[in-house]
């Protein structure tokens, strides 16, 4: 602009210069005016920008992008950039990173443009350390990692996923507990565990995930029907437990952890070290393992005697990687001896209903808090173990197949006469063989903006089911397959996903005869539904087809805004306690009967979850609905004169609850949100939380509500930051669960309960490694309080306040670098 002021300036006193030809006299100089000030230009154009690997089409993450010297930003996991704030016009942009030639592109900037750009790899091999993640899960999603996960250590499983949004806790006499998600736990959830599905004894009420939090480096909370991917059983959701990446580079590095408990006083170690020998840089191991001990806790003005706990686990995992494959063999396992509180006993009928109504359990002043764990008890023991491979297949895709080996062993010892040192009463071992083998092609290059990214695979099991003891579960065998395939267009801002799967599950049970006809008479099953009613042993055998589809949208907008829809159709096999459960245990306080028979249920599900991610706000809040038709139901049976049946057996009166099959509708919300209030260089100096959930769930067959559909609640926290010193101090509102079957329930619900909490951590430097210290505390008012979902409920209270001091340790030490 200022070359062009002059040159005006220059000719305009040239021609100022030149005589009048009228006269003899030069013309007079007249002032020049100064130029009109030219209006700044505005400047709202947008590029958006998407990075690719030229020969396979995936995302190129942590690429910088720029103009001339000017760095205008650096690619996401994804791939993606967004250019904001350009003036209109042809702008050269360049994309490089050190792995791949450098690309330039021009785009023509107007009011939005869009590019991709395609990255060709040097030829060289250079090892990148972070793969980029998987495309964005259609269902609402949340993963629990950092700081989040560090608070769990020393907690059970379901503690470290318990403020997760739409997710409750189903809690058990033994003081452990089981996640429910969105109204769905046990069967109708799918855990696993270094992408294998857990397999256990799960049909128990009482019976928690045997996995030792320690070991994931991370846990994604996925809510809403998966099935097509993880099996026609997660219609609730899925849980997936992702063990810390092995170590790449030469050294040796791993964490210490270790937490005091006050209330169930005791204490937890655990640690994990990884290492590669520079003389082996592709091979990795590593070691990790905990250890808890933990005295019975103590509910306000009394202890929950017999509630201790003591576990253990061990793993070990060796990994080797190539150029063109990754290896890894694994072996974990898990072992816990929990104690039955010994309030929950029943005598007869009298008893259960007075003691669901009392203040106190019986006999509670000769409760104690100790170590010692006595019978009634649970001793359970799992093991995984796992050897996978992964191929890069050529400009085809890439191949991974896993052989996995799970045995599962849970003996319950009840209470009985005095000087019988016998055995348990109840002895189950479960082993489970399961191989499957997923391709995912290369993406499949469309047009500039759109690109196809699919997977197929192929899955099979074996299962043999041994057990020994009272009446409760037969002996059974299985054998299961299935095959799945899901296809997802991804364009630059909107992406659509397809899917479908179908499964076959073939199981035959052996029944006592005694047990068979317990069935019949119960109207449970019909007499010639088996073979030979007769015989000692009664085979019933059972085939089940089911098909899994599902269907999703997400549509990115703003930058930070996007919005995802999905639709999906599930068919679930009953489990074998659904069939055929005949008999009570000691932390089973009920007389459950099965139905061989039962059909399989069908799932219609929807939801739509809306998700900002600014620099200041980040919130998520999504809506779903479910309609189950054949809803497998395990609740209270009801007499001719419209109340619970209980039955008197020699150990007591038990409550009957029969399975059978109804239509069900579930449906509901949940969401939470952060804010920086002060943002921080590095996190935010002050910052505000806040989750909420509702449930609704209802029995359609007999226009009811459901049994343990968690209560609305809401939670809050403030955070305060300073350097490495924070502090946090929470708040959870449970209410009253007004929603409720009065006959099936017993009891009315318990009260609306509030529970304070606050957090300490601060972090140094020792001897060159990290350190962390935290004092966190929980219920800090004492309240009495008992949960819906609690089957202590009907016994005594939930533990009063509890207190936990960690002390963490994070080292490294780098070897032949």
């Not at 608070?151 to 503690?159: C, H, I, P, V």
Request: some cysteine.
């Amino acid at each position: 602009m200022l070359r062009s002021v002059l040159v005006l300036v220059f000719a305009t006193s040239i021609a100022h210069a030149q005589p009048d030809p009228s006269s003899g006299d030069p013309a007079p100089e007249e002032p020049v005016p100064p130029p009109a000030p030219q209006p700044e230009p505005v400047c709202k154009g947008t590029v958006d920008g998407h990075a690719v690997d030229a020969s396979t089409h995936a995302p190129v993450a942590g690429a910088m992008v720029r103009t001339g010297d000017e760095l205008l930003g650096v690619t996401d996991d994804a791939g993606r950039f967004v250019l904001t704030g350009r003036c209109a016009g042809e702008l050269e942009l360049v994309v490089e990173r050190d792995d791949y030639k450098p690309a330039t592109r021009r785009v023509t900037v107007r009011d939005r443009a869009s590019v991709e750009v395609e990255l060709v790899s040097r030829g060289e091999v250079i090892e990148i350390r972070d793969r980029a993640p998987p495309p964005t899960e259609m269902r609402s999603a949340t993963t629990v990692s950092g700081a989040a996960l560090e608070r769990s250590r020393g907690k059970g499983f379901t503690a470290a996923i318990a403020d997760v949004p739409g997710v409750a806790e189903l809690r058990s006499a033994t003081g452990v507990a089981k996640p429910i998600i969105r109204g769905q736990f046990g069967r109708r959830l799918l855990l696993l565990v270094d992408d294998v599905r857990h397999r256990a004894q799960e049909w128990g009420l009482e019976h928690a995930p045997e996995i030792d939090p320690f070991i994931a480096g991370a846990i994604r909370v996925v809510r809403g029907a998966g099935g097509v991917r993880y099996g026609s059983d997660a219609i609730g959701g899925v849980v997936l437990v992702d063990p810390p990446d092995l170590r790449r580079e030469p050294g040796t590095g791993g964490e210490a952890h270790l937490i005091g408990a006050a209330n169930g006083r005791g204490g937890t170690f655990a640690g994990r070290l990884q290492s590669v020998l520079p003389q082996l840089p592709g091979i990795s191991t590593q070691l990790e393992g905990s250890v808890k001990r933990l005295a019975a806790p103590s509910a306000p003005g009394y202890a929950l005697d017999n509630a201790g706990v003591f576990e253990w686990s061990a793993g070990a995992v060796v990994g080797y990687r190539s150029r063109r494959g990754e290896y890894k063999l694994s072996y974990r396992h898990y072992d816990a001896d929990l104690g039955v509180c010994a309030c929950l006993r029943v005598h007869n009928i009298a008893d259960f209903l007075a003691q669901a109504q009392a203040e106190r359990p019986i006999g509670a002043d000769e409760f104690r808090s100790e170590f010692e764990i006595d019978r009634p008890r649970q001793a359970v023991e799992h093991d995984l173990a796992l050897a996978r491979g992964r191929w890069e297949l050529e400009k085809t895709g890439s191949l991974t197949a896993t052989l996995s080996f799970q045995h599962d062993r849970r003996r319950e010892f009840d209470v009985v006469r005095m000087g019988d040192t016998a055995g348990a009463q109840f002895n189950f071992r479960l082993y489970t063989v399961e191989a499957d083998a997923v391709f995912e092609h290369v993406p499949i290059h469309l047009s500039e903006h759109w690109h196809l990214r699919g997977a197929a695979g192929v899955v099979g099991n074996l299962q043999v089911h041994r057990y020994k003891g009272l009446n409760l579960i037969p002996s059974y065998r299985g054998a299961a397959g299935g095959v799945y395939a899901t296809e997802r267009l991804v364009g630059h801002d909107t992406d659509f996903e397809v899917g479908a799967r179908y499964d076959f599950l073939d199981r035959t049970a052996s029944l006592e005869r005694i047990d068979f006809l317990r069935l019949v008479r119960s109207e449970q099953i019909a007499l010639d539904a088996c073979s030979d009613p007769a015989a000692d042993q009664v085979a019933c055998g059972s085939r089940y087809h089911t098909f899994t589809a599902s269907a999703g949208a997400m549509r990115r907008f703003a930058a930070t805004w996007s919005v995802k829809g999905e639709l999906s159709l599930a068919s679930r096999a009953p489990n074998p306690d659904e069939q055929y459960l005949n008999g009570t245990a000691p932390t089973f306080p009920v007389l459950g009967l099965g139905k061989p028979d039962i059909r399989p249920e069908t799932t219609y599900g929807t939801s739509v979850t809306l998700a900002h991610a600014g620099k200041r706000v980040a919130a998520e809040a999504s809506a779903f609905a479910n309609y189950i038709d054949d809803y497998i139901y395990f609740a209270p049976a009801i007499g001719p004169d419209g109340k619970p049946i209980f039955d008197t057996l020699v150990r007591g009166a038990f409550p009957r609850f029969i399975t059978r099959g109804v239509d069900a509708m579930f449906y509901g919300a949940d969401g939470g949100i952060n804010v920086a209030v002060v943002p921080g260089a590095e996190a935010p100096v002050l910052e505000l939380g806040a989750q909420a959930s509702l449930v609704r769930a209802r029995n359609r067959t007999d226009d009811g509500y459901l049994v343990f559909i968690p209560a609305d609640r809401v939670r809050g926290q403030v955070t305060y930051r300073a350097g490495k010193t924070s502090a946090t101090v929470s708040g959870a509102f449970v209410a009253r669960q007004r929603r409720f079957d009065a006959i099936a329930d017993f009891v009315p619900p318990p009260p609306a309960y509030f529970l304070l909490g606050a957090e300490v951590t601060t972090e140094t430097k020792m001897a060159g490694q990290t350190v962390r210290f935290a004092l966190e505390g929980r219920n800090l008012t004492n309240a009495r309080y008992r949960d819906y979902t609690s089957l202590m409920r009907y016994f005594a209270d939930e533990p009063g306040w509890q207190a936990w001091l960690r002390m963490s340790v994070f080292f490294d030490t780098k070897k032949g670098t």
